[in-house]
């Protein structure tokens, strides 16, 4: 079994795999509604081979450490971001690919207030919201053609926060 300690999810972490949406510690772009609204603009990049962008409320069950991955998925047709409308914590698991294998698993832990949009054909783990059910708006490709792929691991990937 592969085993792995997440890390706390930062912008500068996660850059090889996509964007964190999070306006912390960063200055607003400009102040809209008379005054009383901070931009942070353009924070993810979203990129669709094709298509459309949408948005869908994904309702995902709880999960509790160790977390236990079989799988993890990527999307070779778009960009897909994972936006929580409840503020649970929520495990992310990423990896590299090596000729369609995934390889050098990252896994972070994202805190309330955190997003993420997950760069187009990223392998990442499935929507694991820690120890409470979770809500997330999710923004990705909506189009013809398949843009899901698995990979199913012969060896389990044991991850610890």
Aim: net charge negative; glycine share 10%; charged share 20%.
């Amino acid at each position: 079994m592969h085993k792995l300690v997440a890390r706390v999810l930062s912008a500068d972490r996660f850059k090889p795999f996509g964007d964190v949406i999070d306006g912390a510690g960063l200055a607003p772009d400009k102040m809209i509604n008379q005054g009383l609204c901070a931009r942070f603009h353009d924070l993810a990049r979203l990129d669709f081979a094709d298509g459309r962008a949408g948005i869908s409320l994904f309702a995902s069950q709880a999960k509790s450490a160790p977390f236990l991955f079989e799988l993890v998925e990527r999307h070779p047709l778009g960009s897909q971001a994972f936006i929580p409308v409840d503020g649970v914590a929520y495990l992310v698991l990423v990896a590299d690919d090596d000729n369609g294998v995934p390889t050098g698993f990252q896994a972070f832990v994202a805190g309330p207030g955190q997003s993420v949009n997950i760069h187009r054909n990223t392998w990442h783990g499935v929507l694991t919201p820690i120890d409470t059910p979770g809500k997330y708006v999710v923004v990705d490709r909506i189009g013809a053609g398949d843009n899901l792929e698995e990979h199913w691991f012969e060896t389990p990937v044991l991850v610890t926060v």
